[in-house]
């Protein structure tokens, strides 16, 4: 079977891995840009955490941007000039958002997220460095009441097998001591024993050199304008180079590019671009290399999550805004961000140790927070996208679920809550 992915980023890259594991080796991964994981999957969070499978649409939420439309500050923001384009899908956004969705949404992220870290080890054993470390994380609560409403809710995410320990600051600050500053701060936290942490580009990369080694065909810039189609079957793409690549089988894991792809054939394809920023803070050419936390670091308060890569890089990601395919960088989050980050940890602020690079990227969003991954009603055309925040987290986990399907194997886990048919359409 001959499969074209259009992508290459965290999705494209980990389907290609798994289908080629299972013996599909007539591949072909098709990007628009100059190399693997320029996207979303570029300089996100670098956190592996099936302890945060928790959709943006909790319950509550269209108070909760109603409330924020205009703050430049906020850490959702919609622009009011982006209402049009997320008429649709901002209605089933806000339609999801029940108490009895938000918990099923959760627990099926979780689920595609616990599918796919342990088989990870397969990509670590190919010699493929992408700077693993299973250290966990820790979940800051600064009040009694934060803690009481975890506490709450995370006795449904434990019952369905998630492992954490409740500490006090005193246990988290025995754990991370870099936080010792801050101990007085706040009235305890949760510790993700199942979260782990790795650089996505590097992983994006590493994946791409085995792929070529292994004979498949990656094409660089290579934008796809539309599919190809014959009787209402996909039949390939187009290129912006005037190529037709024909497939048996086209795999959409372009994000939120997607949905301008499918509109062609009257699809709406339920997945916004949400943008968010990182700031990685390296040492400083010629500073001593400084002695960074151990752990990822989640402050609820500060909406971020503050994360080492590697061995000698710290980066601090999160904010959300709706504005389109804009990636420009906005300073003034920027400055947030980098004011978050030194609020946890003081020694941030030694400008001169420290080099900063700032990046934007967006999130996949689908209208009700599960990626849309398997076969559509229409023949030939696959996805894997739609993954939100979670997109690093779910990367194995999809790509083993898409590929069993497209093998025909009975997949390790319920395909339904993530079977793009639950949209009208698809
Ligand atoms: C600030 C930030 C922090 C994040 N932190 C985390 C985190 O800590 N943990 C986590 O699990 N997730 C995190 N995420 C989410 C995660 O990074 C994304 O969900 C993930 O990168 C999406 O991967 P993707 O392959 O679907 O998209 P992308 O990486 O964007 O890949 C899609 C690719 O398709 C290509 N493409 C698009 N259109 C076309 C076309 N017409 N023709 C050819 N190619 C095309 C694009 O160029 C791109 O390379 C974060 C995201 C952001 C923005």
Redesign the pocket.
Known sequence: MRILI???????LSAAWSLHRRGLRDLTV????DGP?????HA??????PSFPEPWNAPGIAWQLLRDLGNEDAAALVRLKQLPQLAGWGLRFLREATPARYLAHSLANMALARHGLPRMAAVREAGIDYAWRPTGSLVLLRTPEALQVARGWSGRLEAAGLRRRWLSADEAVALEPALAPQAGRFAGAIHNLEDERGD?LAYCRGLATWLAGQGVALRWR???LGLATQGGRVTGVHTTTGERLEADAVVL???A?GAP?LRGLGIDLPVRPAK???VTFAPAAGAPAPVLPRLAVIDVDLHA?IVPVGDDRLRI??TAEFCGFDTRIAPRRIDTLVRAAGSLYPMLGGAPAWSRTAWA????MSADGVPLVGPTAREGLWLN?G????????AMGSGELLADLLAGRAPGLDPAPYAPGRYAGL
């Open positions: 259009v992508g290459a980023g965290l999705a494209g098709v990007e628009a840009l994981g320029q996207g979303a999957s996100n969070g670098a956190l592996l955490h996505a290579t934008p796809v894991a372009a994000a590019h792809l968010g920023y990182s999550a990601a999160g990227g967006l999130r996949p996208t993954h939100g925040h979670l997109g690093w987290t779910q």
